[in-house]
């Protein structure tokens, strides 16, 4: 979910001018450059919040332990009195903008990884950071990743963490979260960016943003694509950021998503009491689209039906039927979600985009 705020009043902005560097003791220091303020697409460039604000917590879940341990990153020690195990591949999950380690969506996924392979799988809690306004929130990514770069490079040094065996899966402002742990971390296995955050990102230069060097393999899925800035309703990016780029219902218009009739049923569901279900029920109203990355993916994991989306000029030229072939080797095709990884074009430098259309759930997968 995104909301845009402009800075409160006296906000200092650092309008492109503010280089200087804020030091977070064993995670190192940040520097504000001029690469990260445009006066269009980025117009405020604050540093984070202290690591005491923000207060990122792991939570480490395995077969043997799924509800979990959690672990203070600024006690990051802890982790190996969790059931991590570096014989395992492991995947970390990073919200975004407003969410907590607690939304439907992340537990979701949580289980259905789980219930697919023997992994770790980390969470990580943000909302000390993610909870501020949007602008703040957006700085504080670059904090949480730090947090996340450190606990990596500890794994490495204390039982030999490999890297390439690390997935990373960033939800909106959690994608480029996971685009700069990718920077700090050489030969990072792969990020899935669900729904990259449009404000602030699209159309800056790659180190400000997801882009297909922060991994070995960064596949993309768009949902929410019309943008904010030219009177849409949509919070994620346009943007090709992966080496794949996948967009289900040409990244757009999600079926189900315009369906008044559910929202009071979602208020009234999950236990929740009244207040908390229509807060929870507002919240998935308003950022159906958005989310809706996110469900794609976790219903890829157990899913017998085959996200098939296939490299196209356009989704018209998709529609029309020009593009419905995986031509040799499947060069021309790949699955959406978990299983992106078994793209041929792995090795291909080159950007791809992939469409197809999907139903309106709970599954959402179209034969």
């Known amino acids: 979910m995104l909301y845009w705020f402009p800075p409160a009043a006296g906000e200092d902005t650092h309008a492109g001018g503010d280089s200087g560097e804020h030091c977070f003791g064993e995670l190192g220091c940040l520097a504000l450059p001029d690469a990260f303020f445009h006066a269009v697409h980025r117009p405020i460039n604050l540093p984070p919040y202290r690591r005491e604000e923000v207060g990122v917590v792991f939570t480490v879940h395995a077969r043997e332990d799924p509800q979990g341990t959690p672990v203070p990153a600024m006690h990051v020690e802890g982790v190996l009195n969790s059931s991590f ?154 943007q090709p950021v992966g080496h794949i780029d996948f967009y289900p219902n040409d990244g757009r218009s999600q079926p189900g998503c315009d369906s008044l009739a559910r929202v009071p049923l979602t208020a009234l569901t999950d236990g929740l009491s009244l207040l908390e279900g229509l807060d929870a029920a507002q919240k998935e109203f308003v950022a159906c689209h958005h ?49 992106a990884d078994r793209w041929r074009g792995t090795n291909n430098t080159k950007q791809v985009s992939l469409y197809l259309s999907t139903g309106q759930g709970p599954h959402y997968c179209r034969e």
């Not at 993610?130 to 606990?151: F, M």
């Not at 890297?163 to 480029?176: A, K, Q």
């Not at 469900?295 to 996200?307: E, V």
């Open 85 to 238: 195990s570096a014989r395992r591949p492991t995947k970390v999950i990073i919200h975004g903008f407003l969410d907590h380690t607690g939304v439907t969506w992340m537990l979701d996924m949580v289980r259905a990884l789980l219930a697919a392979q023997d992994l770790n799988v980390v969470t990580v809690d943000w909302s000390g950071g993610s909870q501020a306004l949007y602008s703040q929130a957006t700085a504080n990514t670059r904090l949480v990743a730090l947090e996340v770069a450190h606990l990596i490079h500890f794994l490495q040094d204390k039982v030999a963490l490999e890297p390439r065996h690390v997935h990373i899966i960033g939800h909106s402002l959690g994608s480029h979260t996971a685009g700069y742990v990718g920077e700090r971390v050489l030969g990072l296995g792969r990020i899935t960016g669900l729904d990259p955050a449009e404000p602030f990102f699209q159309f800056m230069p790659p180190a400000v943003r997801l882009d297909p060097s922060d991994a070995l393999l960064v596949d993309v899925i768009h949902t929410d694509a019309d943008s904010i800035f030219n009177f849409g309703a949509g919070f994620g990016m346009r």
């Open 291 to 339: 989310n809706r990355a996110a469900k794609l993916f976790t219903d890829s994991i157990l899913s017998r039906c085959p996200y098939t989306a296939f490299h196209c000029a356009s989704y018209t030229h998709y529609l029309k039927g020009k593009c419905v072939s995986c031509g040799s080797e499947d060069s021309r095709c790949a699955r959406l979600g978990l299983p």
